[in-house]
């Protein structure tokens, strides 16, 4: 059975720190992966990953895939408060649906 | 532009009633798909249309069903509501080609009682 697996399920920050997030999938039929930030509802598109070793960067967030390893990471620098949100990691095996991990929550301190 | 909207925003439902959920994709998409999440956990996939056709289905019983209109809107139905079907859908719709992945919707909040 397809999955992926978040980790942390949590993090406290404080402001200016550096935070990695992990997501680890295991599927049959890899297409590409994507990584979301969740505030309150809607889900907010933050990067799509399809080749392994390229790196997607946004400003202050960056993410990068391994194929090899099963793995991505999402790596956010000089955090803000307004970083705080779930950040949900998912990959499509077909052309229509994409499987979710839990997320991670993260909390920016002042 | 606008984005993916859904109505109601939220909702309260008692045991055993329907419930019908609405979707418009941004102008320009044609797949819409329906999510289910749960407090505390991802988007579980419901449907996917393209086209006015079910392109996929995921594990969820017969009691939901959807359908996609000329005008690439949605509808998500929920028959014989039970408590575990309390959640936040989500509706999302995209180009044919994804590059830039689903644009989500606020959701619809259902709460069973």
């Known amino acids: 059975e397809d999955k992926v697996v978040q980790s942390p399920l949590s993090l406290v920050v404080h402001e200016g720190d550096t935070v990695t997030l992990n997501c680890s999938y295991e599927?049959?039929?890899?297409?590409?992966l994507l990584w979301y930030k969740q505030e309150k509802k809607a889900p907010t598109f933050l990067f799509m990953l399809?080749?392994?070793?390229i790196e997607k960067k946004s400003g202050r967030l960056s993410s990068i895939l391994d194929k090899k390893e099963l793995f991505s990471i999402l790596n956010i620098t000089a955090t803000q408060t307004g970083d705080s949100a779930v950040y949900l990691c998912?990959?499509?095996?077909?052309?229509?649906?994409?499987?979710f991990g839990t997320g991670t929550r993260l909390k920016v301190l002042a | 532009d606008a984005g993916v909207t859904q109505s109601p925003t939220h909702l309260i439902k008692t045991r055993g009633q329907h419930v019908t959920l609405r979707c418009s994709p941004i102008?320009?998409?044609?797949?819409v798909s329906w999510y289910q999440q749960v407090l505390g956990q991802g988007p579980q996939f419901i449907f996917q249309?393209?086209?006015?056709?079910?392109?996929g289905r995921g594990n969820f019983p017969d009691r939901f069903s959807a359908r996609q209109f000329p005008n690439y809107s949605s509808e998500l139905n929920v028959n014989a509501l039970l408590l575990g079907d309390s959640a936040l859908y989500l509706c999302?719709?995209?180009?044919?080609?994804?590059?830039?992945?689903?644009?989500f919707g606020s959701g619809t909040r259902l709460t069973v009682v």
């Open positions: 998912a990959f499509t095996s077909g052309t229509y649906k994409y499987i």
């Open positions: 999302a719709s995209s180009q044919p080609d994804r590059v830039y992945g689903y644009t």
């Open positions: 102008s320009g998409h044609k797949s």
């Open positions: 399809t080749s392994s070793g």
């Open positions: 249309y393209y086209e006015k056709e079910e392109r």
């Open positions: 599927v049959t039929n890899f297409r590409s």
